[in-house]
T-cell receptor
Framework: GNSVTQMEGPVTLSEEAFLTINCTYTATGYPSLFWYVQYPGEGLQLLLKATKADDKGSNKGFEATYRKETTSFHLEKGSVQVSDSAVYFCALLGVQGAQKLVFGQGTRLTINP | DADVTQTPRNRITKTGKRIMLECSQTKGHDRMYWYRQDPGLGLRLIYYSFDVKDINKGEISDGYSVSRQAQAKFSLSLESAIPNQTALYFC?????????????FGPGTRLTVT
């Protein structure tokens, strides 16, 4: 079945540091890939997405590229801010059967000033 | 006003009690979902519904039931709550048109079973 594996957290960085959160997936065919963000006390919000191989999703300075050859969708940001502190979830939407999101376990990110 | 609302936002209940969590949406989406979030486990799908007459079990449906009262409303019930159902519960909606199936989440209900 479909699955998503994220790098384990928590991740702690200083402001303006470079961020990478790894995400790899297992799926049949060409799933759509997503990054969701959960700020403290809130629900999940879509951060970015990519629907086909080599697509790059981007939003709020974050980027992720859909790599079919490595089955990866790593999240990156060149210079993080304290306000980026949140939990980040990688997810995929399979192409077969019912369209259900499969989530990774989440990575908690803390940015220190 | 929020597009996806959940009530209550917090609830403490005792073992064996019946409890209902409610979700309403104003997005006009046909698809609705219930997830639970546990630390280190991400979100797991409990039930989902693709229209009013369609209800499907997710990966962890045991101990839960749902009702789709209208296109805009999807309720989750715990018939006899137990402590390991203590979790954060999220409702979500999506629209099948356009092919993106992006899901929109409510703010969550924090449920504690003592």
């Amino acid at each position: 079945g479909n699955s998503v594996t994220q790098m384990e957290g928590p991740v702690t960085l200083s402001e303006e540091a470079f961020l990478t959160i790894n995400c790899t997936y297992t799926a049949t065919g060409y799933p759509s890939l997503f990054w969701y963000v959960q700020y403290p006390g809130e629900g999940l919000q879509l951060l970015l997405k990519a629907t086909k191989a080599d697509d790059k999703g981007s939003n709020k300075g974050f980027e992720a590229t859909y790599r079919k050859e490595t089955t990866s969708f790593h999240l990156e940001k060149g210079s993080v801010q304290v306000s980026d502190s949140a939990v980040y979830f990688c997810a995929l939407l399979g192409v077969q059967g019912a369209q259900k999101l499969v989530f990774g376990q989440g990575t908690r990110l803390t940015i220190n000033p | 006003d929020a597009d996806v609302t959940q009530t209550p936002r917090n609830r403490i209940t005792k073992t064996g009690k019946r409890i209902m969590l409610e979700c309403s949406q104003t997005k006009g989406h046909d698809r609705m979902y219930w997830y639970r979030q546990d630390p280190g486990l991400g979100l797991r799908l409990i039930y989902y519904s693709f229209d009013v007459k369609d209800i499907n079990k997710g990966e962890i449906s045991d101990g839960y039931s749902v009702s789709r009262q209208a296109q805009a409303k999807f309720s989750l019930s715990l018939e006899s709550a137990i402590p390991n159902q203590t979790a954060l519960y999220f409702c979500a909606t999506s629209d099948a048109t356009g092919g993106t199936y992006e899901q929109y989440f409510g703010p969550g209900t924090r449920l504690t079973v003592t």
